[in-house]
């Protein structure tokens, strides 16, 4: 670790993100949707990380929330961080698939396997938390599909680009 002034900074960290190779593209307007192919309803009731969740669809489960111990809490019970992380390695999972169908490159997705490694920690000049995410694709070689897989992911056009976002009263 170095010492910068007040900042402390991972040395293996800063290796491994100049190491990674970066899909982002330039910011554009929030996704707008030309209509609805599935819509999933969740509530969270209780004590924010310490309470539950549920969905209400063809299969609605609940999960007891946790706090991780990394957080203070005790480590029991799933955090959202983790059901981010999932669904977004299902997501570009599927999104690889799909655009590796598309290109008559279905063989070379046919192995992969999605980790990904979502960050929570204060977030910069605007207080409050953040997430950063890491995804790591193994299984596939080819760099442009591995950048189509995530240009159509919904998740990485959701941080990419932004969503809309409508929150009122119930």
Request: glycine fraction near 12%; charge should be positive; include cysteine.
């Amino acid at each position: 670790m170095l010492n910068i002034g007040a900042r402390i900074v991972n040395t293996s960290r800063v290796r491994a993100i100049q190491a990674t190779r970066s899909y982002a593209t330039k910011a554009a307007a929030p996704v707008a949707l030309k209509n609805h192919k599935y819509t999933v309803h969740a509530t969270a009731a209780g004590r924010g990380r310490k309470g539950e969740v549920k969905s209400f669809d063809e299969t609605p489960f609940s999960l007891h929330l946790g706090t991780p111990k990394a957080m203070g809490g005790n480590g029991e019970g799933t955090n959202p961080e983790q059901l981010f992380a999932m669904g977004y390695a299902s997501c570009f999972l599927g999104a690889l698939q799909m655009m590796a169908g598309k290109t008559g490159k279905k063989d070379a997705a046919r192995h992969a396997v999605i980790h990904t490694t979502v960050h929570l920690g204060e977030a910069e000049g605007l207080g409050g938390f953040g997430l950063a995410v890491d995804i790591k694709v193994e299984g596939v070689e080819d760099e442009e599909l591995i950048k189509a897989g995530h240009e159509a992911c919904p998740y990485s056009r959701a941080l990419m680009h932004g969503a809309v976002v409508n929150v009122s009263k119930a």
